[in-house]
């Protein structure tokens, strides 16, 4: 049996309102069409209401879906979209779509929701994840990582329904262990942020590169064990590629394992970091490694304009006061802990990300994790990574005055390293071989066809 492309469904906002302008024709489920224009839909009391430009309003039930009557022509702009959400340059943009554009009520507002062909999200998510200016190999590579990551997202979600929202940590006073995933998306398939993979409607404009590198990998997958993979990557690994377990769900996946971003063993480093001493060495060090790299060109071929704001990426510092620990701790864990005395690193990566990490105040002590609640604890967006040291300085009468943070890598650190994929598809490497390199033993198959649309 042939597999047809699938159509997914895209969370783009969360509001009380949703605000969007219709370029062309687009009809109800009921054939109702509605005119190019500007039109609001609002919650008001126990109501939705659809305002037209004109004024006028209607009562509408949700979901209140509109389908273009030309898909390839028409499309729908979404105001004040935020993009970025928690990062250091979030910020909001009006933003454009193909295909329909449903809305949805949940948990006290409204969603809006982009359903369209899987081939058409993805040259957006390339253009939106980074340059569309960037190498072929980069590109191909994305393409497959990006498809494969979503069809293994749509069958993970089916499954979750059945199983019902499972919590996924400890919490007690002893303890905040959590971990996040795309768990939290009910209702559609995958959000359009960072929290899953970022896309950015047609607002980004693709390239022929891009449309080339969608095309020639049309369908392509990464397969293991004849199930898709569930591929994941980050901006920067920092030298070695973590593994899936020490970041989301305790279940191994043999094709998401140490990777060394290197051809070859950096001579002179110890990469087996199974000792504190050995994984404080590798970060506070300038290993060589694929993302290595300070090469603006490399750079600006994979990070948008708003990711080159953070210039750090292989290797980073930042200081954070006594008073600074314990606003963020309050703030966003809403930890309390007194007097910040020491944070001891109990359980790292292969990468050297911590999994676990006890903060020892004057009044509690308690251990977090894992990766994404540690960076979230030191930092108001997230910190780049969990693989630092954290160094006490100014000390008085045993309270530092001060941490020095000294990290390694940006993200999570698990599977493709965007930075070191650039380079590799700078020196030449083709998208196969840049694949294989950092899913292991996974295979490339292709998982349905053009011609079945």
Not at 213 to 239: P, Q, W
Not at 294 to 310: A, C, G, M, P, S
């Amino acid at each position: 049996m042939t597999k047809q492309q699938p159509k997914i469904r895209v969370g783009i906002m969360f509001s009380e309102e949703i605000s969007f302008y219709l370029h062309g024709n687009f009809s109800t489920e009921q054939g109702k069409v509605f005119v190019p224009g500007q039109y609001k839909i609002l919650k008001k009391e126990k109501k939705i209401l659809l305002a037209k430009q004109n004024g006028e309003q209607t009562n509408i039930e949700t979901p209140f879906t509109l389908t273009p009557t030309k898909y390839k022509e028409n499309y729908f702009e979404l105001n004040n979209v935020t993009i970025g959400i928690n990062f250091h340059w979030e910020r909001k943009e009006n933003q454009q779509f193909k295909g329909d554009l449903e809305i949805i009520e949940e948990e006290g507002h409204l969603t809006a929701i982009n359903v369209l062909a899987l081939e058409d999200y993805l040259e957006s998510v390339i253009s939106s994840e980074m340059s569309a200016k960037s190498s072929e190999g980069l590109l191909k590579a994305h393409a497959v990582i990006s498809r494969s990551w979503l069809l293994a997202q749509t069958e993970k979600g089916k499954q979750l329904q059945k199983l019902g929202k499972q919590h996924q940590g400890v919490k007690s006073e002893e303890e905040f262990i959590e971990w996040y995933d795309r768990e939290d998306h009910q209702n559609f398939d995958v959000c359009a942020d960072d929290h899953c993979q970022r896309y950015q409607g047609i607002t980004k404009a693709s390239t022929r590169e891009v449309a080339n590198a969608v095309r020639e990998t049309f369908g392509e997958v990464l397969v293991y064990n004849e199930n898709i993979c569930d591929a994941r990557y980050s901006k920067c690994c920092g030298g070695i590629a973590e593994i899936f377990e020490n970041v989301w769900e305790p279940v191994p996946h043999p094709y998401l394992r140490k990777v060394i971003d290197h051809p070859d063993t950096p001579e002179g480093f110890d990469t087996n970091l199974d000792t504190e001493e050995k994984a404080q060495h590798w970060i506070k060090s300038n290993p060589p490694a694929f993302c290595n790299t300070h090469d603006k060109q490399i750079l600006q071929q994979v990070l948008n304009d708003y990711d080159q704001e953070t210039t750090d990426f292989f290797r980073w510092k930042t200081v954070l006061s006594q008073e600074d620990i314990q606003r963020l701790l309050k703030s966003r864990l809403n930890i309390f802990v007194g007097n910040i005395l020491d944070l001891i690193p109990i359980e790292r990566g292969v990468s050297g990300r911590l999994i676990k990490l006890k903060i020892v105040g004057s009044e509690k002590t308690i251990t977090i994790g894992k990766e994404l609640v540690i960076r979230k604890a030191f930092s108001k967006t997230h910190l780049y990574s969990s693989a630092f040291v954290a160094d006490k300085t100014e000390m008085k009468n045993g309270v530092p005055g001060k941490f020095i943070f000294t990290g390694a890598g940006w993200g999570h650190g698990v599977g493709l390293c965007q930075i070191g994929a650039a380079v590799m598809g700078n020196k030449g490497y083709n998208y196969s071989k840049i694949l294989m390199h950092y899913f292991k033993d996974a295979q490339l198959q292709q998982w349905y066809h053009a011609d079945s649309e």
